[in-house]
């Protein structure tokens, strides 16, 4: 992993789930679900989460650091399948989660004197700054690991990076997980509440259609893989590219206030009265952003489809229910299509949002099983170049109650969201009901969108 001239790594360690007995460990295989094969070769998930030092004497390297790295040994107890890896048995139809005893998860720690409150903060910085806090995960021939993460120190704070397999887990297990640590963290002790406590019981994610293999062998026909032991079987695909040189990244808030105005302008729309809205908060939030975001890049996608959509938990939706606290991935994304002149037009926000309302209209009323087997292969015929407008995150994860005993984070950034072309989102750290949006773009989009972004809220 490349660190800048303005940083070091000081230590890389391997973390091992605590146990009393080493001889007591046992080997411990997850299957993959139809939930989890979707994102097999998706880009991992990459989150950074930023820290205030306390104002006291307290020594990083002696006093933090190994109460971070005792209480990760402490919550991987609890969440084995992170420290093993994703492997592919020969003899089996669909990769699985692996942990054997002596498995860890890789704890990288640097050093750096890049500007923390820079980093930290929610105007704009370069995308490329944020790279050196990004842990990588280990891809081979044989498997990849599920996570790894990277402890930052700068002069006023750390950083807390965590690298995620998508196959492994969703965004909501993720979050889990963090609030997990931080708990054992914060409360110094090793037991986990029970909404904090991962469930595995896979037995509950029907698949009558072998939706599961569908998805693995349309995975290894487009990569072009010829089995499941080819050498590339586990390498990432490639979405967006490389990066341009002036890719940035800003958050802009959404106010509790903001929202209800926008809300009254789509209430006060002549067509209102003969179409049912959904109008909640995200909505109306993606909705804006959404516009904003084609109104920023108009001159390339006026005259094509933009797509717009985002993925659903269904969690609640299967028969039985899955607990909230279950382990994995439990999400399938929805999306359509719009042309992206329509958002020029004057009542171009009420229109995409009647169309995010009946795309989630659709959602709850469809059947969750309805359309998987197209779900996947529909991805890979979307055009290249199309400018789609994904979500990463949820104002419903609550990120910034993450408290492992010094405060809660100053910020939070989903940094692979540009690399799916999605927006990130989550509640505002004051807890005041609104939401914060992350936008990734070039330098010369971003001033276009704050401008268009910002009058767009100051309008009645």
Excluded at 49 to 57: A, D, E, H, I, K
Excluded at 185 to 211: C, G, H, N, V, W
Aim: one cysteine or more; hydrophobic letters at 40%.
């Amino acid at each position: 992993m490349a660190i800048p001239h303005s940083g070091k790594v000081v230590q890389v360690s391997k973390v091992v789930p605590f146990t009393a007995d080493s001889a007591a460990v046992t080997d411990f295989s997850l299957p993959l679900t139809f939930f989890d094969t979707f994102w097999f070769k998706i880009p991992p998930v990459e989150r950074l989460f930023f820290y205030s030092l306390p104002p006291t004497n307290t020594s990083f390297f002696n006093s933090i650091l190994p109460k971070l790295k005792h209480s990760l040994s402490l919550t991987l107890q609890h969440f084995l399948p992170l420290a093993g890896k994703l492997t592919w048995p020969s003899e089996s139809s669909l990769p699985i989660i692996l942990f054997t005893a002596g498995d860890a998860i890789s704890l990288t720690v640097a050093d750096s004197d890049a500007d923390f409150h820079h980093l930290s903060g929610r105007h704009v910085r370069k995308s490329g700054d944020f790279s050196p806090l990004v842990p990588g995960l280990v891809v081979s021939e044989t498997g990849a690991s599920v996570m790894a993460v990277q402890i930052t120190l700068f002069n006023g704070g750390f950083c807390i990076g965590i690298t995620a397999h998508h196959a492994v887990l969703d965004g909501k297990s993720s979050t889990i997980f963090m609030k997990a640590w931080a708990h054992i963290s914060k409360q110094s002790q090793s037991s986990l509440p029970p909404e904090l406590t991962p469930f595995y019981d896979r037995t509950m994610i029907k698949d009558p259609e072998a939706i599961a293999s569908l998805y693995a062998n349309q995975w290894l026909a487009m990569t072009g893989c010829k089995s499941n032991q080819d050498p590339k079987v586990f390498e990432f695909l490639s979405i967006s590219g490389e990066s341009p040189a002036d890719m940035v990244r800003a958050s802009f808030e959404i106010t509790r206030s903001d929202i209800e105005k926008l809300k009254k302008r789509v209430l006060n729309h002549p067509n209102r009265a003969s179409e049912e809205l959904h109008l909640s908060s995200f909505v109306i939030t993606y909705s804006y952003v959404f516009v904003c975001i084609v109104k920023a890049k108009i001159h390339e996608q006026m005259k094509k489809d933009v797509c717009y959509g985002f993925v659903a938990d269904k969690r609640s939706r299967l028969n039985p229910p899955v607990p909230e606290n279950y382990f994995g991935n439990c999400v399938v994304p929805h999306f359509n299509f719009v042309e992206g002149r329509e958002c020029l037009e004057e009542d171009g926000f009420y229109k995409i949002v009647a169309r995010v309302s009946e795309l989630i209209k659709e959602i709850k009323e469809i059947d969750v099983y309805e359309g998987l087997e197209e779900k996947l292969s529909s991805l890979s015929k979307i055009r290249p170049g199309t400018l789609g407008v994904g979500v990463a995150g949820s104002p419903r994860f609550g990120v910034y109650s993450v408290d492992f005993g010094w405060g809660k984070p100053e910020k939070v950034e989903i940094t692979s969201a540009k690399k799916t072309g999605s927006i990130s989102m989550a509640e505002m750290r004051d807890g005041s009901g609104g939401i914060e949006v992350g936008v990734p773009f070039e330098k010369h989009e971003m001033e276009l969108f704050t401008s268009i972004f910002s009058s767009g809220l100051e309008e009645p």
